[in-house]
């Protein structure tokens, strides 16, 4: 991991760690693991939005095509989802969406 990734994901998890119903978890590489309530269903709620064609999955493509879902559930890890560290402006994305969605 670059030191411009291990900074924004440090960045990008203290942020995280402001949404209420969201705690981070320690995670290794450029992942950040979030213990949550329910959450098949907040990722279910929260890739639906970042949907490729709507506009915040525009947004948050930013014209890469995606190898991976913004947000995820880790196999034999109860209670938590993933997401993947990308740039600020991405990650702002999903930020906000998160916020929306457990809101």
């Given at each position: 991991?670059?030191?411009?990734?291990?900074?924004?994901?440090d960045r990008f998890s203290?942020?995280?760690?402001?949404?209420?119903?969201?705690?981070?978890?320690?995670?290794?590489?450029?992942?950040?693991?979030?213990?949550?309530?329910?959450?098949?269903?907040?990722?279910?709620?929260?890739?639906r939005r970042l949907a490729?064609?709507?506009?915040?999955?525009?947004?948050?493509?930013?014209?890469?095509?995606?190898?991976?879902?913004?947000?995820?559930?880790?196999?034999?890890?109860?209670?938590?989802?993933?997401?993947?560290?990308?740039?600020?402006?991405?990650?702002?994305?999903?930020?906000?969406?998160?916020?929306?969605?457990?809101?």
């Amino acid at each position: 991991m670059t030191y411009e990734v291990h900074e924004e994901k440090d960045r990008f998890s203290s942020r995280l760690a402001t949404i209420p119903g969201v705690r981070t978890m320690p995670s290794v590489g450029d992942w950040i693991l979030l213990a949550v309530d329910s959450p098949s269903d907040l990722a279910r709620k929260v890739n639906r939005r970042l949907a490729p064609g709507t506009a915040l999955g525009r947004a948050f493509d930013q014209g890469e095509e995606r190898s991976t879902p913004p947000i995820s559930v880790p196999r034999n890890m109860e209670g938590q989802v993933r997401v993947h560290v990308r740039d600020p402006k991405v990650n702002e994305v999903l930020l906000n969406t998160l916020r929306d969605v457990v809101a």
